[in-house]
């Protein structure tokens, strides 16, 4: 594999930036190696700055549910940039986004749009304390909300759940208003309601968690979660940054019938571009300035190419059914990969949920929460990426980092990856058994 010229850019880069990168995971520190630099990208397809071609399982971590540059999306941000491309001020284009969002998803009343998922969450947050009157959040372990300061926080040892901040720079007195909780186990949820009475202002959950693997949870628990919440005076946050829009148009809401009170958008919402958003009950969100005393602000917020670049996107996807249709594309590519991967006896499986797919270790169930992912887990996936690689396949690199599938990888190339994947579970094989 030729990586002269990301080597060179790397070195440039590290001169330059933290790492060489502008996100952590871009650095290949869990596969090792140079991370390749890349000039273009087209449908499923991206281009290195080496002249390497391959099929990209990445796809920018979830925005592109429709691949690189898709002609509609592309066509309304041209039309877009010939009239403007930022105004500070009221416009029709994020109107049209947010009337379309209000009309389409049953448990969004009323949205802001801002222009990251770490900021929608960042907002959330403070709109459900400003609401409550309340201080501490529960979050889950396994989940990953952005890296707001009082969610970048892991379980502490002492007081039940109490969190400790999980990167420095985020100080013990705001990780201590958040409470760490595993995910799944009801009995850890009902203590800490008991324990910190009407001091919970919300519960956050990715209620489809696609940020340590793919730990899918039961309906019933989402449920429960909405009981409980309901029951103690607390909001409940769903963080569907990934899963909105591409696991139903409505998300994991839509998927478990269960109606949180807050939601958070990221991701596909924007078509490829910066933007996020928070919404919900309408009583809720009145409470947000300039209604209300909760304070948030962006000056691009509801950027205009961005709001076109999302609608074109969002609308394409329910006029063309692309979730379901996608679904089915996938459902088929796991069902050969799968029957490769036995073929070859490799201790390799797969988790999917609709266009999301994970290759995972665990040879018992699969992981639902983070001690249930195999302790070989990125040992094997570190052989399947660069295996993959040489296939022409790129994969988001770290082992827990899900693939998505774009409506970009159409039938051929789905067959395509079939024949590809054989060859690196081949080439896995003869390693393991060197
Ligand atoms: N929440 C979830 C569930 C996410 O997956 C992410 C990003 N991976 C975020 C929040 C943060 O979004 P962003 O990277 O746009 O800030």
């Given at each position: 594999?030729?990586?002269?010229?990301?080597?060179?850019?790397?070195?440039?880069?590290?001169?330059?930036?933290?790492?060489?990168?502008?996100?952590?995971?871009?650095?290949?520190?869990?596969?090792?190696?140079?991370?390749?630099?890349?000039?273009?990208?087209?449908?499923?397809?991206?281009?290195?700055?080496?002249?390497?071609?391959?099929?990209?399982?990445?796809?920018?971590?979830?925005?592109?549910?429709?691949?690189?540059?898709?002609?509609?999306?592309?066509?309304?941000?041209?039309?877009?940039?010939?009239?403007?491309?930022?105004?500070?001020?009221?416009?029709?284009?994020?109107?049209?986004?947010?009337?379309?969002?209000?009309?389409?998803?049953?448990?969004?009343?009323?949205?802001?749009?801002?222009?990251?998922?770490?900021?929608?969450?960042m907002?959330?947050v403070r709109?459900a304390r400003g609401?409550?009157g309340r201080n501490r959040i529960i979050k889950?372990?396994?989940?990953?909300?952005?890296h707001v300061d009082s969610l970048l926080v892991k379980a502490g040892s002492g007081l039940a759940g109490v969190a400790s901040s999980d990167s420095a720079g985020v100080s013990q007195s705001v990780a201590s208003e958040t409470i760490v909780?595993?995910?799944?186990?009801?009995?850890?949820?009902?203590?800490?309601?008991?324990?910190y009475?009407?001091e919970i202002a919300a519960?956050?959950?990715?209620?489809?968690?696609?940020?340590?693997?793919?730990?899918?949870?039961?309906?019933?628990?989402?449920?429960?979660?909405?009981?409980?919440?309901?029951?103690?005076?607390?909001?409940?946050?769903?963080?569907?940054?990934?899963?909105?829009?591409?696991?139903?148009?409505?998300?994991?809401?839509?998927?478990?019938?269960?109606?949180?009170?807050?939601?958070?958008?990221?991701?596909?919402?924007?078509?490829?571009?910066?933007?996020?958003?928070?919404?919900?009950?309408?009583?809720?969100?009145?409470?947000?300035?300039?209604?209300?005393?909760?304070?948030?602000?962006?000056?691009?917020?509801?950027?205009?190419?961005?709001?076109?670049?999302?609608?074109?996107?969002?609308?394409?996807?329910?006029?063309?059914?692309?979730?379901?249709?996608?679904?089915?594309?996938?459902?088929?590519?796991?069902?050969?990969?799968?029957?490769?991967?036995?073929?070859?006896?490799?201790?390799?499986?797969?988790?999917?949920?609709?266009?999301?797919?994970?290759?995972?270790?665990?040879?018992?169930?699969?992981?639902?929460?983070?001690?249930?992912?195999?302790?070989?887990?990125?040992?094997?996936?570190?052989?399947?990426?660069?295996?993959?690689?040489?296939?022409?396949?790129?994969?988001?690199?770290?082992?827990?980092?899900?693939?998505?599938?774009?409506?970009?990888?159409?039938?051929?190339?789905?067959?395509?990856?079939?024949?590809?994947?054989?060859?690196?579970?081949?080439?896995?094989?003869?390693?393991?058994?060197?």
């Amino acid at each position: 594999m030729n990586l002269t010229q990301s080597e060179e850019c790397f070195q440039r880069a590290q001169l330059v930036s933290p790492g060489g990168v502008h996100s952590p995971v871009r650095a290949f520190k869990s596969v090792g190696g140079t991370p390749i630099f890349f000039k273009e990208a087209l449908g499923a397809r991206l281009v290195s700055v080496d002249g390497q071609e391959y099929i990209d399982f990445c796809q920018s971590f979830g925005p592109l549910m429709l691949g690189h540059r898709d002609p509609e999306v592309a066509a309304a941000v041209e039309k877009m940039i010939g009239k403007a491309w930022t105004f500070g001020a009221c416009e029709p284009y994020s109107l049209a986004l947010a009337e379309w969002i209000v009309e389409n998803i049953a448990h969004v009343e009323s949205l802001r749009f801002v222009s990251s998922g770490t900021e929608a969450v960042m907002s959330a947050v403070r709109l459900a304390r400003g609401a409550t009157g309340r201080n501490r959040i529960i979050k889950f372990e396994g989940c990953y909300h952005g890296h707001v300061d009082s969610l970048l926080v892991k379980a502490g040892s002492g007081l039940a759940g109490v969190a400790s901040s999980d990167s420095a720079g985020v100080s013990q007195s705001v990780a201590s208003e958040t409470i760490v909780l595993p995910i799944g186990d009801e009995e850890a949820l009902e203590k800490a309601f008991e324990r910190y009475k009407n001091e919970i202002a919300a519960v956050i959950i990715e209620p489809l968690p696609a940020n340590f693997g793919l730990l899918k949870q039961d309906n019933r628990y989402l449920k429960f979660l909405r009981e409980i919440t309901t029951r103690e005076g607390a909001l409940l946050i769903f963080d569907e940054v990934i899963s909105g829009f591409r696991v139903a148009l409505g998300g994991m809401a839509e998927i478990s019938e269960v109606k949180p009170d807050l939601v958070t958008y990221g991701k596909v919402i924007g078509g490829g571009f910066p933007v996020g958003c928070y919404g919900g009950r309408k009583d809720l969100m009145e409470q947000v300035a300039p209604s209300g005393p909760v304070y948030q602000a962006g000056t691009l917020s509801g950027n205009p190419v961005g709001m076109v670049a999302g609608f074109a996107t969002l609308q394409k996807i329910k006029r063309e059914s692309i979730i379901e249709r996608l679904r089915v594309r996938a459902d088929s590519l796991v069902e050969v990969l799968e029957s490769h991967i036995a073929h070859y006896e490799l201790p390799l499986k797969i988790a999917q949920f609709g266009s999301l797919m994970w290759f995972h270790a665990s040879d018992k169930k699969e992981p639902q929460n983070l001690s249930e992912i195999s302790p070989s887990q990125a040992d094997i996936f570190r052989s399947l990426f660069y295996k993959c690689l040489d296939q022409g396949i790129y994969l988001a690199p770290s082992g827990y980092e899900v693939s998505f599938l774009s409506w970009a990888h159409d039938e051929k190339l789905i067959i395509d990856c079939s024949l590809r994947f054989k060859k690196v579970f081949a080439a896995m094989k003869d390693d393991l058994s060197s």
